[in-house]
C-alpha cells in the first residue's frame, strides 16, 4: 500500500450496521498494517446545498492515518453479489476498478442451520472470481445468538473448502486443528465420504473419482426449476476446490433430478458451471450469458427509502429498529424488550395453514422502529412510488404479527402503521397513510401525518448539515 491517502469506499446492497463496519475496518488496519479509531461511528446521510440526500453516506467518528474519508453507496449485482465491496482509492469506484476485499456478512451460525450458515454463501465467492480474482474473499459472521459449542460435519467441511479457496474467516473462533486448508483431491473425497449419511430419501453428495473424471452427486431440482440454494453453493465449491487444488479433467454432476427444460443459461450455476467446468450427467450444459459487470449502482430499489429512514432515525434520534427486512437484504431478527434476537414465524398456526388456511400466513413488515420519546412502535411498508397503493393496503395485514409479537413483547406502545416510498418526481404527498418519500432526486418528502419520530429525526439531520 502507497503512504498516500485514500478514501474507503463502501458498496454494497445491504443496510451497513455500524458492528459490521467496525469489524470490517479493523480488518482493514490489522491487514494493512495501521490504527484506527472508531467506537463511536455514525453513519450521515450527505446532502446538498438544496437539501437533497446525494446517495452517499458518509461514515464518521473513524480516524485512520491511511485513510480520509469512508464512504458508502447502495448497488445492486447483476447475479450472485457478495454483500460488500471494499475500495481503497481516491475517486468514486466504477465496476472496472478492482476491489481491495468481497465480504459476505452472515448472522447465521450452524446452531440455527447447517446449510445456510455456509453453503448458501459459499457460490458468491465462486462467482466473483470470474470478474475480480485478485480481490482478498471475506465471510464475516455477524452473530446476534451465541456461536454453537460443537461444529457439525457438514460446517467443517465447508469451511475447510472456503479456506483451501483463499476465503477469510471473521466473526468466530475457529480451532486450528480442526479448520485448516485441504491438501489434496483425496482428502477433501476421504472427509466427505466418512460424514455423517444423509437422511433416507435425500440425494446424500458424494464424491467419486477415476483417471478421467471426478462425480458429484447432489440433487438441485427444487421448486420446478434448479434452485436449490444449498447445494449450488455446495457443489460449486467443491467443485472450485477440486479446479483450484490442480485438477484438469471433467466434473460431473450426478442425481440432479434436473430435466434439459431446467437448465437455462442465465442460471448463477450455470453461469459457474461455465466458469469452472462442470458438466451434468445426461444434459447439455447450455453457453452461459454473463453479465458485463459485477454491480451496478443502484437508484431504483424501494429499499433506498427504507434505509435511509432507518439511518437517519438511529443517527439522529434516541430510537431504534427493533426488526428489518429491507427489500433485497438479509432478514434480521425481531428484538424483544428484554434483549433477545428471535427469528420470525412464518405461520401463526403452521398445522391450520398445512391444512389449507391461508390466513396463518404472517405477513412480515419491511421495517419496525420503536420511538422510544412517544412510546409508539411503527410498522413500515416499502414500496416505490408507482406501488404506493399497493403499500396502502398492505398496511392491513399485519394483525398476527401485531399480536405475535409486538403486543406481546412492547404491550405498552402504540403502534402506528406507515408507508415509506422511493421514486417519482413529486414533492409532496398527498395520502395520510404515506409518512415519508425520497424522491429519485434525493428529496425529503415527510407525510401529512408522518410519525413524529420521523420528524424529529429528519430535522436533527438538516440541523445537522446547516
Same mark, same amino acid.
Given at each position: 500500500?502507497?503512504?498516500?491517502?485514500?478514501?474507503?469506499?463502501?458498496?454494497?446492497?445491504?443496510?451497513?450496521?455500524?458492528?459490521?463496519?467496525?469489524?470490517?475496518?479493523?480488518?482493514?488496519?490489522?491487514?494493512?498494517?495501521?490504527?484506527?479509531?472508531?467506537?463511536?461511528?455514525?453513519?450521515?446521510?450527505?446532502?446538498?446545498?438544496?437539501?437533497?440526500?446525494?446517495?452517499?453516506?458518509?461514515?464518521?467518528?473513524?480516524?485512520?492515518?491511511?485513510?480520509?474519508?469512508?464512504?458508502?453507496?447502495?448497488?445492486?449485482?447483476?447475479?450472485?453479489?457478495?454483500?460488500?465491496?471494499?475500495?481503497?482509492?481516491?475517486?468514486?469506484?466504477?465496476?472496472?476498478?478492482?476491489?481491495?476485499?468481497?465480504?459476505?456478512?452472515?448472522?447465521?451460525?450452524?446452531?440455527?442451520?447447517?446449510?445456510?450458515?455456509?453453503?448458501?454463501?459459499?457460490?458468491?465467492?465462486?462467482?466473483?472470481?470470474?470478474?475480480?480474482?485478485?480481490?482478498?474473499?471475506?465471510?464475516?459472521?455477524?452473530?446476534?445468538?451465541?456461536?454453537?459449542?460443537?461444529?457439525?460435519?457438514?460446517?467443517?467441511?465447508?469451511?475447510?473448502?472456503?479456506?483451501?479457496?483463499?476465503?477469510?474467516?471473521?466473526?468466530?473462533?475457529?480451532?486450528?486443528?480442526?479448520?485448516?486448508?485441504?491438501?489434496?483431491?483425496?482428502?477433501?473425497?476421504?472427509?466427505?465420504?466418512?460424514?455423517?449419511?444423509?437422511?433416507?430419501?435425500?440425494?446424500?453428495?458424494?464424491?467419486?473419482?477415476?483417471?478421467?473424471?471426478?462425480?458429484?452427486?447432489?440433487?438441485?431440482?427444487?421448486?420446478?426449476?434448479?434452485?436449490?440454494?444449498?447445494?449450488?453453493?455446495?457443489?460449486?465449491?467443491?467443485?472450485?476446490?477440486?479446479?483450484?487444488?490442480?485438477?484438469?479433467?471433467?466434473?460431473?454432476?450426478?442425481?440432479?433430478?434436473?430435466?434439459?427444460?431446467?437448465?437455462?443459461?442465465?442460471?448463477?450455476?450455470?453461469?459457474?458451471?461455465?466458469?469452472?467446468?462442470?458438466?451434468?450427467?445426461?444434459?447439455?450444459?447450455?453457453?452461459?450469458?454473463?453479465?458485463?459487470?459485477?454491480?451496478?449502482?443502484?437508484?431504483?430499489?424501494?429499499?433506498?427509502?427504507?434505509?435511509?429512514?432507518?439511518?437517519?432515525?438511529?443517527?439522529?434520534?434516541?430510537?431504534?429498529?427493533?426488526?428489518?427486512?429491507?427489500?433485497?437484504?438479509?432478514?434480521?431478527?425481531?428484538?424483544?424488550?428484554?434483549?433477545?434476537?428471535?427469528?420470525?414465524?412464518?405461520?401463526?398456526?403452521?398445522?391450520?395453514?398445512?391444512?389449507?388456511? *391461508?390466513?396463518? #400466513?404472517?405477513? @412480515?413488515?419491511?421495517?419496525? !422502529? =420503536?420511538?422510544? %420519546?412517544?412510546?409508539?412502535?411503527?410498522? &413500515?411498508?416499502?414500496?416505490?412510488?408507482?406501488?404506493?397503493?399497493?403499500?396502502?393496503?398492505?398496511?392491513?395485514?399485519?394483525?398476527?404479527?401485531?399480536?405475535?409479537?409486538?403486543?406481546?413483547?412492547?404491550?405498552?406502545?402504540?403502534?402506528?402503521?406507515?408507508?415509506?416510498?422511493?421514486?417519482?418526481? *413529486?414533492?409532496? #404527498?398527498?395520502? @395520510?397513510?404515506?409518512?415519508? !418519500? =425520497?424522491?429519485? %432526486?434525493?428529496?425529503?418528502?415527510?407525510? &401529512?401525518?408522518?410519525?413524529?419520530?420521523?420528524?424529529?429525526?429528519?430535522?436533527?439531520?438538516?440541523?445537522?448539515?446547516?
Amino acid at each position: 500500500m502507497n503512504d498516500e491517502t485514500k478514501n474507503l469506499w463502501i458498496l454494497t446492497e445491504e443496510r451497513p450496521k455500524t458492528s459490521v463496519l467496525q469489524t470490517i475496518f479493523s480488518y482493514f488496519a490489522k491487514d494493512q498494517d495501521c490504527g484506527f479509531f472508531g467506537d463511536t461511528i455514525r453513519i450521515i446521510p450527505l446532502l446538498d446545498k438544496n437539501k437533497c440526500f446525494d446517495f452517499t453516506y458518509k461514515v464518521i467518528g473513524f480516524t485512520c492515518a491511511k485513510v480520509n474519508n469512508i464512504y458508502i453507496k447502495t448497488v445492486s449485482g447483476s447475479s450472485s453479489f457478495t454483500d460488500f465491496l471494499i475500495y481503497y482509492q481516491e475517486k468514486q469506484p466504477k465496476p472496472t476498478d478492482i476491489p481491495l476485499y468481497a465480504i459476505e456478512e452472515t448472522k447465521t451460525d450452524d446452531k440455527e442451520s447447517r446449510n445456510t450458515g455456509v453453503y448458501q454463501r459459499c457460490s458468491k465467492f465462486v462467482f466473483i472470481n470470474y470478474f475480480y480474482p485478485t480481490t482478498k474473499k471475506v465471510m464475516l459472521y455477524a452473530l446476534q445468538v451465541g456461536q454453537k459449542e460443537s461444529p457439525t460435519e457438514t460446517y467443517i467441511f465447508g469451511t475447510r473448502l472456503l479456506l483451501t479457496l483463499g476465503v477469510d474467516i471473521l466473526g468466530k473462533k475457529l480451532d486450528d486443528d480442526i479448520f485448516k486448508p485441504f491438501t489434496s483431491i483425496d482428502e477433501i473425497i476421504a472427509f466427505k465420504k466418512g460424514m455423517r449419511k444423509a437422511p433416507a430419501g435425500n440425494t446424500p453428495i458424494l464424491i467419486t473419482k477415476t483417471d478421467d473424471k471426478i462425480q458429484i452427486s447432489g440433487r438441485l431440482f427444487k421448486s420446478g426449476s434448479l434452485s436449490h440454494d444449498p447445494n449450488i453453493g455446495a457443489l460449486s465449491i467443491i467443485a472450485a476446490v477440486i479446479r483450484k487444488l490442480g485438477w484438469k479433467k471433467g466434473i460431473e454432476i450426478t442425481q440432479h433430478g434436473l430435466n434439459q427444460s431446467h437448465v437455462g443459461n442465465r442460471n448463477k450455476f450455470i453461469q459457474i458451471a461455465n466458469q469452472i467446468g462442470i458438466s451434468l450427467e445426461s444434459l447439455t450444459v447450455p453457453k452461459a450469458t454473463l453479465p458485463t459487470d459485477y454491480w451496478h449502482y443502484d437508484y431504483q430499489g424501494e429499499k433506498l427509502g427504507t434505509i435511509f429512514i432507518h439511518l437517519v432515525v438511529e443517527n439522529f434520534t434516541e430510537s431504534y429498529s427493533i426488526f428489518e427486512n429491507h427489500a433485497g437484504c438479509e432478514k434480521g431478527y425481531f428484538h424483544t424488550s428484554d434483549g433477545q434476537h428471535i427469528p420470525l414465524a412464518k405461520y401463526a398456526d403452521r398445522e391450520a395453514y398445512k391444512n389449507g388456511d *391461508k390466513d396463518q #400466513i404472517i405477513f @412480515i413488515p419491511d421495517l419496525v !422502529l =420503536l420511538d422510544i %420519546k412517544e412510546t409508539e412502535v411503527i410498522t &413500515i411498508e416499502g414500496k416505490k412510488y408507482q406501488n404506493m397503493e399497493q403499500g396502502i393496503r398492505e398496511l392491513n395485514n399485519y394483525t398476527s404479527f401485531d399480536e405475535m409479537y409486538l403486543n406481546k413483547f412492547y404491550p405498552e406502545f402504540h403502534i402506528v402503521r406507515t408507508v415509506v416510498l422511493y421514486g417519482s418526481h *413529486k414533492e409532496e #404527498i398527498a395520502q @395520510i397513510e404515506v409518512g415519508f !418519500l =425520497l424522491n429519485d %432526486k434525493g428529496k425529503i418528502i415527510l407525510g &401529512i401525518k408522518a410519525p413524529k419520530l420521523f420528524r424529529r429525526a429528519i430535522s436533527n439531520l438538516f440541523d445537522f448539515w446547516k
